[in-house]
C-alpha cells in the first residue's frame, strides 16, 4: 500500500512571499489533516478535513494560511505572506475514518525555511 | 485545552540498558494514547496504542507502555535498547468522541551508544 505522498520535500523562501504545499493521502482514506511541527516541538493540528469538508481548523492562522480538499482526495496548504516563525516542517496525515480509534499515517513532511 | 508533557526531551542510553519515557495529559475525561516514533530520515510511525482493557500495551520492536489513570500517565518502556532504536519519540493523545485530531507531546530524542 502505498503511503501518504508530500512535496515539495523542501522549500526556501523569502519573507512576505507564497508558498504551497500537496498532499496525496492514502488510497481510500476519508480523513486528512495539516500538522506543523516547529524545531524541537511536537507536531500542532492545523486543519482537518473529512471528505473535502473541514472538521477543525481553530489552530490554522486564517489571516495567512489556507488549505482546500477538492474532491476529497488531495489537498494543498498555502500561506500567504509567509513569515520568519513559519519556518517548520508541514506534516500530512490521512486516517479511513474521521473516529478516534483509526491510525494516522503521517507523510514525510515538507521542510519550510522562511528567510 | 488538553496538553502532553514529556519531561525528558534527550535521552543517551548504551546497548542493552532500560529505556523508560515518561508521558503525562491533562486531559481528565477519556482518552486514547498513541506513541509514535521517527527514526532519522524517515516518517512518524505508530509505536504502540491503547484505547481500552489491559493497560499494558505491546507494540512494535519490544516496546510497551502502561496507561495508568491514576497519574494521567503513558509512559514508553523497553528492557534492553538497540543502536537501531536511536530516534524521536513522540507521545499523543486523542480525546474520546471528539474527532481523531492528535495532541501530540514535545518529543524525547533517544540517542543510543553501540
Known amino acids: 500500500e502505498a503511503g501518504v505522498a508530500q512535496s515539495p520535500r523542501y522549500k526556501i523562501i523569502e519573507k512576505r512571499q507564497s508558498v504551497a504545499f500537496w498532499c496525496n493521502p492514502i488510497?481510500?482514506?476519508?480523513?486528512l489533516y495539516w500538522y506543523q511541527q516547529i524545531l524541537g516541538q511536537g507536531p500542532k493540528l492545523l486543519i482537518q478535513f473529512q471528505n473535502n469538508g473541514v472538521v477543525d481548523d481553530s489552530q490554522l492562522p486564517k489571516d495567512r494560511f489556507s488549505a482546500e480538499r477538492l474532491k476529497g482526495v488531495d489537498s494543498t496548504l498555502k500561506i500567504q505572506p509567509a513569515k520568519l516563525e513559519d519556518s517548520a516542517v508541514y506534516l500530512c496525515?490521512?486516517?479511513?475514518?474521521?473516529?478516534?480509534?483509526?491510525?494516522?499515517?503521517f507523510g514525510p513532511g515538507t521542510r519550510l525555511t522562511v528567510t | 485545552a488538553q496538553s502532553v508533557s514529556q519531561h525528558n526531551h534527550h535521552v543517551i542510553l548504551s546497548e542493552a540498558a532500560s529505556l523508560e519515557l515518561g508521558c503525562n495529559y491533562s486531559?481528565?475525561?477519556?482518552?486514547?494514547l498513541f506513541w509514535y516514533v521517527q527514526y532519522p530520515g524517515q516518517h512518524l510511525q505508530l509505536l504502540l496504542k491503547?484505547?481500552?482493557?489491559?493497560?499494558l500495551v505491546k507494540g512494535i520492536k519490544g516496546f510497551e507502555a502502561e496507561f495508568i489513570k491514576s497519574k494521567f500517565s503513558f509512559n514508553l518502556r523497553k528492557p534492553s535498547v538497540q543502536w537501531s532504536d536511536t530516534a524521536e519519540y513522540f507521545c499523543a493523545v486523542n480525546e474520546r468522541n471528539a474527532g481523531n485530531m492528535l495532541t501530540f507531546g514535545g518529543g524525547t530524542r533517544l540517542m543510543v551508544k553501540p
Open positions: 496525515a490521512s486516517s479511513s475514518a474521521g473516529t478516534s480509534t483509526y491510525e494516522q499515517y
Open positions: 491503547y484505547f481500552s482493557g489491559d493497560p
Open positions: 486531559y481528565g475525561g477519556t482518552v486514547n
Open positions: 488510497s481510500g482514506h476519508a480523513t
